[in-house]
C-alpha cells in the first residue's frame, strides 16, 4: 500500500492529551522517537505505521489521516464485498474465493437442521458450504443493498434477496447482514446473519408457497 498523510497536528495533540512524550508515545507503538516527530510534521509513511500510533492514541485510524485518502483506502474494500453479493447471486463461487484469503472464516448463523449452518475454514471447506447452501436456490431479484458501512478492515453490509426454492418452488425474502474482515487487501473473514425462521418455512415446505 501507498505511503499515506499523517495529520501531525492531530497527532501532537492527542500525544500531549495522553500526558505521553514522543519517547514514550514510540515504544506504545513499536517505533522509534524519529518515526513519531515525523508523524508530527505531517510527512508520508506506511499505513501499517499509521495505524499502530492510532491504537497506541486510542483513536480509529481516519482521525489520523486526511480523508480523501482514509476513503481511498475504505471504498475498494467495500466495492469488493458488495462485488461478492452479487457474485453469490451468480453462483460464481471461483470469483469469491479469488477475493478471499487460504485462512478464510467463514460463519453462517442458523439452525442445526441447516446443512450451511455454522462454521467454516479454510477455502475448501467455503467452498463446500456455497454448494450446499446454492444448490436449492435461485434469485428471483438481485440482491439489494441497503446500507454499507466501511472502515479501513472491516465492511458491513445490510440487504435482502428474494428468493425461489427450486424443489418445492416456494419463494420467499431473506433479509441478511454481512461482516467482511479484510487482511492485506483480501477478506479474510466473513459472519452472516440472516432471517433464519422465514428461510427454514421456506425450505422445509412440502408445497410452493409465498413467503415473501
Same mark, same amino acid.
Given at each position: 500500500?501507498?505511503?499515506?498523510?499523517?495529520?501531525?497536528?492531530?497527532?501532537?495533540?492527542?500525544?500531549?492529551?495522553?500526558?505521553?512524550?514522543?519517547?514514550?508515545?514510540?515504544?506504545?507503538?513499536?517505533?522509534?522517537?524519529?518515526?513519531?516527530?515525523?508523524?508530527?510534521?505531517?510527512?508520508?509513511?506506511?499505513?501499517?505505521?499509521?495505524?499502530?500510533?492510532?491504537?497506541?492514541?486510542?483513536?480509529?485510524?481516519?482521525?489520523?489521516?486526511?480523508?480523501?485518502?482514509?476513503?481511498?483506502?475504505?471504498?475498494?474494500?467495500?466495492?469488493?464485498?458488495?462485488?461478492?453479493?452479487?457474485? !453469490?447471486?451468480?453462483? /460464481? +463461487?471461483?470469483?469469491?474465493?479469488?477475493?478471499?484469503? @487460504? $485462512? #478464510?472464516?467463514?460463519?453462517?448463523?442458523?439452525?442445526?437442521?441447516?446443512?450451511?449452518?455454522?462454521?467454516? !475454514?479454510?477455502?475448501? /471447506? +467455503?467452498?463446500?458450504?456455497?454448494?450446499?447452501?446454492? @444448490? $436449492? #436456490?435461485?434469485?428471483?431479484?438481485?440482491?439489494?443493498?441497503?446500507?454499507?458501512?466501511?472502515?479501513?478492515?472491516?465492511?458491513?453490509?445490510?440487504?435482502?434477496?428474494?428468493?425461489?426454492?427450486?424443489?418445492?418452488?416456494?419463494?420467499?425474502?431473506?433479509?441478511?447482514?454481512?461482516?467482511?474482515?479484510?487482511?492485506?487487501?483480501?477478506?479474510?473473514?466473513?459472519?452472516?446473519?440472516?432471517?433464519?425462521?422465514?428461510?427454514?418455512?421456506?425450505?422445509?415446505?412440502?408445497?410452493?408457497?409465498?413467503?415473501?
Amino acid at each position: 500500500m501507498k505511503s499515506i498523510t499523517a495529520l501531525g497536528g492531530r497527532i501532537a495533540s492527542l500525544r500531549k492529551t495522553c500526558n505521553f512524550t514522543q519517547a514514550e508515545l514510540g515504544a506504545r507503538s513499536g517505533y522509534s522517537v524519529r518515526t513519531i516527530r515525523k508523524a508530527e510534521a505531517s510527512k508520508p509513511m506506511s499505513f501499517s505505521t499509521l495505524r499502530d500510533i492510532a491504537i497506541s492514541l486510542d483513536v480509529h485510524l481516519e482521525e489520523l489521516m486526511p480523508s480523501e485518502e482514509y476513503l481511498q483506502i475504505v471504498k475498494p474494500n467495500s466495492e469488493i464485498a458488495e462485488q461478492v453479493i452479487s457474485w !453469490v447471486a451468480d453462483k /460464481d +463461487v471461483d470469483n469469491i474465493l479469488n477475493q478471499m484469503t @487460504d $485462512d #478464510i472464516s467463514l460463519f453462517y448463523l442458523g439452525p442445526e437442521k441447516l446443512a450451511h449452518a455454522g462454521t467454516f !475454514v479454510g477455502k475448501q /471447506d +467455503v467452498r463446500t458450504f456455497f454448494k450446499s447452501s446454492l @444448490d $436449492d #436456490i435461485d434469485w428471483i431479484e438481485r440482491p439489494v443493498i441497503e446500507s454499507c458501512v466501511a472502515t479501513h478492515s472491516n465492511v458491513v453490509i445490510h440487504g435482502y434477496d428474494v428468493l425461489h426454492v427450486v424443489s418445492n418452488g416456494s419463494k420467499f425474502k431473506a433479509n441478511w447482514c454481512i461482516f467482511f474482515n479484510f487482511r492485506d487487501d483480501l477478506i479474510c473473514e466473513i459472519r452472516h446473519y440472516s432471517d433464519q425462521t422465514t428461510i427454514v418455512r421456506a425450505l422445509e415446505s412440502d408445497r410452493p408457497e409465498d413467503f415473501s
